[in-house]
T-cell receptor, first 112, second 114 residues
Framework: QKEVEQDPGPLSVPEGAIVSLNCTYSNSAFQYFMWYRQYSRKGPELLMYTYSSGNKEDGRFTAQVDKSSKYISLFIRDSQPSDSATYLCAMSARSGNTPLVFGKGTRLSVIA | SQTIHQWPATLVQPVGSPLSLECTVEGTSNPNLYWYRQAAGRGLQLLFYSVGIGQISSEVPQNLSASRPQDRQFILSSKKLLLSDSGFYLC?????????????FGQGTRLTVV
């Protein structure tokens, strides 16, 4: 079993839809959770950063962590064509001795 | 503010030729530095990371090597490129001392080996 599983998609939604992107993980030591957005032919950029369980909201984006289920989500409200990108989840353990572990990314297309 | 520079943006190299990709970080001291490769359908593969000058950790055996000659400079090299070395190479940095904080990426180098 891979440490981090992420559905690669592609996921295609109409403009204005609510998008749900998800990752599951197996390592119970993971405490820090991140979402990155990567536009085509660009480097990933940090979108959201959360610690432990709970929700974090930033504008149209909400990150949710459920440590009991080892499941994290990123919700995008009122999706826009400019949200079309690949979204990668990343996570790390409290110890900090090893680099981030990334999911493979989900490719999202928002159709106008 | 901190910035990361990576160059070149694109590179086409023949099989058997050498490679040198350079990455520099500005605005921070003693960053953790990383080289990733991203291939279609395979996600981000960590190649090397460094927590200090001359300290390189390799994650996967391969045809590549890395060096950190200065605090904020990270170089990815190969003596002889293979076709399988084609991909999108990304340099990243994070705030020391631990590696569990967010990483910040450069814009990447698209390498095509022909």
């Amino acid at each position: 079993q891979k440490e981090v599983e992420q559905d690669p998609g592609p996921l295609s939604v109409p403009e204005g839809a609510i998008v749900s992107l998800n990752c599951t993980y197996s390592n119970s030591a993971f405490q820090y959770f991140m979402w990155y957005r990567q536009y085509s032919r660009k480097g990933p950029e940090l979108l959201m950063y959360t610690y432990s369980s709970g929700n974090k909201e930033d504008g149209r984006f909400t990150a949710q962590v459920d440590k009991s289920s080892k499941y994290i989500s990123l919700f995008i409200r009122d999706s826009q064509p400019s949200d079309s990108a690949t979204y990668l989840c990343a996570m790390s353990a409290r110890s900090g001795n090893t680099p981030l572990v990334f999911g493979k990314g989900t490719r999202l297309s928002v159709i106008a | 503010s901190q910035t990361i520079h990576q160059w070149p943006a694109t590179l086409v190299q023949p099989v058997g030729s050498p490679l040198s990709l350079e990455c520099t970080v500005e605005g921070t001291s003693n960053p953790n530095l990383y080289w990733y490769r991203q291939a279609a359908g395979r996600g981000l593969q960590l190649l090397f990371y460094s927590v200090g000058i001359g300290q390189i950790s390799s994650e996967v055996p391969q045809n590549l090597s890395a060096s950190r000659p200065q605090d904020r400079q990270f170089i990815l090299s190969s003596k002889k490129l293979l076709l399988s070395d084609s991909g999108f190479y990304l340099c990243a940095w994070s705030v020391p001392p631990t590696m569990n904080t967010e990483a910040f990426f450069g814009q990447g180098t698209r390498l095509t080996v022909v």
